[in-house]
């Protein structure tokens, strides 16, 4: 998903940079390295709507069906051209030069997808095809919402036999701020019990976007709840990895976005503490 905060710090997101459907390479130099990402929404569709999304043209909807052969065709030639084509030297600065990661990250929710699973097969197929690094992550981004669609689940079951990690967007945990950040009614039960199913298959981080709306940041009640949330989690054994922070980095293609703007340092720096006295391992990106 264009889960926004995945594209904090790439210098080269631009999803047909490299003319594929698919297939589109994110070049960091903050994280060191090059990501591949997979796009499985090239329709710009997501059952949320996010206010900092930056999907342009982003509509409610599903992916539509992918066309497995092009994708692994995409992804094969690829990997090929990051191993022994020009691409590294010619595109990438030479602290970049490092195959990072293969991430599911679109223009949209990429669990959407009706072959998510035979995606993730199709994806540990190429893997073990081509001589990749063996600690290669396989990422996945996502909302969250879907993991319990059977499909989806073995996916991530999958995912864990091929050093995958599930990135679970959670930037709210009340009802009003989950509508109002996310544009979504799915209830706080669901959203829990997903992020349990999905932490019981694979390694999974929580994805934590904080901004400020209309000059304002979370109120106290919303970030006491988020760390209520947590401590329960806790509390409960879920085995989490830990939260990705992020602020408001890129700007926002959606109508709200003359609204939005980054929550202050300080404010960062002191939800950053209040997470990390909870026990759980943070990872910040203001
Ligand atoms: S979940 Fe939110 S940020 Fe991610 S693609 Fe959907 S609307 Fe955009």
């Not at 059977?150 to 709210?172: I, T």
């Amino acid at each position: 998903m264009a889960h926004a905060s995945r594209l904090l710090d790439v210098t080269d997101h631009s999803r047909d940079s490299a003319g594929l459907a698919y297939v589109y390479p994110v070049v960091s130099r903050r994280a060191g390295g090059v990501s591949v990402g997979i796009n499985l929404n090239p329709n710009n569709a997501c059952n949320w709507r996010c206010v900092y999304c930056q999907v342009p043209e982003l509509r409610r909807g599903t992916a539509p069906a992918i066309d497995l052969p092009r994708l692994e065709a995409e992804l094969r030639a690829f990997l090929q051209e990051l191993r022994y084509g020009a691409f590294m030297e010619t595109q990438v600065p030479p602290d970049a030069r490092r195959l990072r990661d293969i991430a599911l990250s679109g223009n949209g929710e990429p669990t959407s997808a009706r072959e998510f699973e035979q995606v993730i097969e199709l994806i540990g197929r190429v893997r073990g095809d081509c001589d990749l690094p063996a600690d290669l992550k396989l990422v996945l981004i996502t909302n969250g919402s879907l993991i319990d669609r059977p499909g989806v689940h073995a996916g991530l079951h999958r995912m864990a036999q091929l050093n995958g990690e599930v990135w679970f967007k959670v930037d709210s945990v009340t009802p009003a701020g989950r509508l109002r950040i996310n544009g979504t009614r799915m209830s706080l039960r669901r959203m829990q019990e997903n992020l349990k199913l999905a932490a019981a298959a694979c390694p999974t981080w929580l994805q934590t976007c904080v901004l400020q709306i209309d000059g304002r940041p979370p109120s106290d009640s919303e970030a006491d709840a988020y760390l209520r949330f947590v401590e329960e989690l806790r509390g409960e054994g879920v085995p989490l990895e830990g939260v990705l922070l992020y602020g408001l980095a890129r700007p926002s293609m959606q109508p709200d976005a003359p609204r939005l703007a980054k929550v202050d340092r300080a404010w960062m720096d002191a939800f950053h503490e209040r997470i990390r006295a909870t026990g759980l391992a943070v990872r910040l990106n203001p």
